[in-house]
């Protein structure tokens, strides 16, 4: 829900999720346009697309994708070619061949240990390009570490998250979520609990639903104090 001065916008969203890196810049975009945009909290939330993942298993992108989807490794390539041209018109380079595909789990994890320490939206960020630009294994301990450490966050704390399994149950709180508000696939974005925009829609989309929402958001906010005027006295000395 949204906090006393500020309207959220909840993005449920996966790391490996080419869409949701794309979804992102198109929203970003909105919010530069946004007149009102002081008035809106971000709060990232955890999706996986495929719990099921085991990290380690040695295929590419292209043949996950065709032994997920039941089609033939070329259409594979071709999906996502074409989702890397659209990435770049954006200034997002994707290098689906270099993806490391890998549980996302743990790095959902290491999303919401920087959302304490109000870095969620560095912690987005950085993973996106970690796993579609740079061909990282968020999967790997060395690496959450190291890239959590890139965002600001203390070491000792992240020693302790790839160490345990803490913020496994706010993982499971977001999906578990999702799946209560009907969420079927990501990006998906929540306007103040009022308004759902479903897929990395074009910034135009996003600005009218802020536009909608925020002012709907205001219309319900206290105007201030009604006062009613009396015999005071000021700091002017006056009585």
């Not at 060395?142 to 020693?159: F, M, R, Y």
């Not at 639903?209 to 009613?228: D, F, H, M, Y």
């Given at each position: 829900m949204s906090t006393a001065n500020k309207m959220k916008v909840e993005i449920w969203s996966d790391i490996m999720c080419p869409w949701c890196y794309i979804g992102k810049r198109r929203f970003e975009a909105a919010m530069e346009q946004f007149p009102d945009a002081g008035s809106v909290e971000i709060e990232w939330h955890s999706f996986q697309l495929d719990p099921t993942i085991e990290s380690g298993h040695g295929d590419n992108l292209y043949t996950y994708l065709s032994k997920r989807k039941g089609i033939p490794y070329e259409q594979a390539e071709q999906m996502n070619n074409q989702v890397t041209g659209l990435a770049a018109t954006l200034g997002l380079t994707y290098n689906m061949e270099q993806a490391v595909v890998a549980?996302?789990?743990d790095a959902h994890r290491l999303i919401q240990l920087a959302k304490k320490h109000q870095l969620g939206d560095a912690a987005e960020e950085r993973l996106f390009k970690a796993y579609f630009t740079e061909g990282k294994d968020f999967s790997?301990?060395?690496?959450?570490?190291?890239?959590?450490?890139?965002?600001?966050?203390?070491?000792?704390?992240?020693?302790?998250?790839?160490?345990s399994q803490v913020f496994t149950a706010e993982v499971r709180h977001d999906i578990d979520e999702a799946e209560a508000l009907g969420?079927?696939?990501v990006p998906f974005f929540v306007f103040d609990r009022k308004y759902g925009v479903s897929g990395a829609q074009a910034s135009e989309t996003f600005l009218e639903?802020?536009?909608?929402?925020?002012?709907?958001?205001?219309?319900?906010?206290?105007?201030?104090?009604?006062?009613?005027?009396?015999?005071?006295?000021?700091?002017?000395?006056?009585?």
């Open positions: 549980n996302s789990f790997n301990p060395d690496t959450l570490v190291a890239l959590g450490k890139e965002i600001g966050l203390e070491e000792g704390v992240l020693n302790e998250l790839v160490g969420i079927r696939g639903v802020l536009g909608k929402s925020v002012a709907e958001w205001k219309s319900t906010q206290p105007s201030g104090l009604e006062i009613i005027e009396g015999q005071t006295c000021g700091p002017d000395g006056d009585c």
